[in-house]
Nanobody, 119 residues
Framework: QVQLVESGGGLVQPGGSLRLSCAASEIIFSIYYMGWYRQAPGKQRELVAA?????????TYADSVKGRFTISRENAKNTVYLQMNSLRPEDTAVYYC???????????WGQGTQVTVSS
């Protein structure tokens, strides 16, 4: 059974930083990518950032987070991180980790972790 365990969410003031972590365990397939998605109340779930775990390292970011968020990986631990800097109230959402066999295939989801940016 595939398990995605997320951590690092919380409440932070505007301009602050958080670091999210997601570790995949009991994987029965070769992880090709891991990514972060977020969903705010009343809005569609959207891709925040993603990174490949095999082959050449490829990254992608939503336009709204470019220059503020950084995604990174530890292949040996099947772990992905999201460093979130200069946080804004509009970043408030539930952040979900996902992984799959193909680029952005989203075969599995974590439970999500709440990020709240508020003064």
């Amino acid at each position: 059974q595939v398990q995605l365990v997320e951590s690092g969410g919380g409440l932070v003031q505007p301009g602050g930083s958080l670091r999210l972590s997601c570790a995949a365990s009991e994987i029965i397939f070769s992880i090709y990518y891991m990514g972060w998605y977020r969903q705010a109340p009343g809005k569609q779930r959207e891709l925040v950032a993603a990174i490949t775990f095999t082959g050449a390292t490829l990254r992608t970011y939503a336009d709204s987070v470019k220059g503020r968020f950084t995604i990174s990986r530890e292949n040996a631990k099947n772990t992905v991180y999201l460093q979130m800097n200069s946080l804004r109230p509009e970043d408030t959402a539930v952040y979900y980790c996902s992984t799959g066999r193909f680029w952005l295939s989203r075969d599995y989801w974590g439970q999500g972790t709440q990020v709240t940016v508020s003064s």
